[in-house]
């Protein structure tokens, strides 16, 4: 029961509905090309990527020193049926803004 309360929290955010949104269309990101697109501070970005990590919708690949999040694949029928749900939600996505980062592996 734990597991999917943290999944029914996950889903309790506008912010972290615009996060799942944002991975959805784009893919795998960088923690300081997501920091720059949604205009949010590193600790606010890094928190509710806990929580959808947490809630078993995100996943985090480490490559050297950058973090890339990205929708865990594959997901349960709850978590996709979740994620289907959000495609159809008006959200207002903002546009992607990537960093240049010196030895960048993507």
Known sequence: MEIYLKTISALHDETRLL???????HGALCVCDLQNSLDM???RLS???KILKEGGF????RQG?????????PLDKFR???IEEIRHLEIKLPKLVKTEKEGCPL
């Open 19 to 25: 996060i799942l949104r944002f991975l959805d269309e």
């Open 41 to 43: 501070i590193q600790s």
């Open 47 to 49: 928190r509710h990527l």
């Open 58 to 61: 995100v996943r985090v690949d």
């Open 65 to 73: 020193t950058w973090a890339y999040y990205s929708i865990r694949s």
């Open 80 to 82: 996709a049926n979740a």
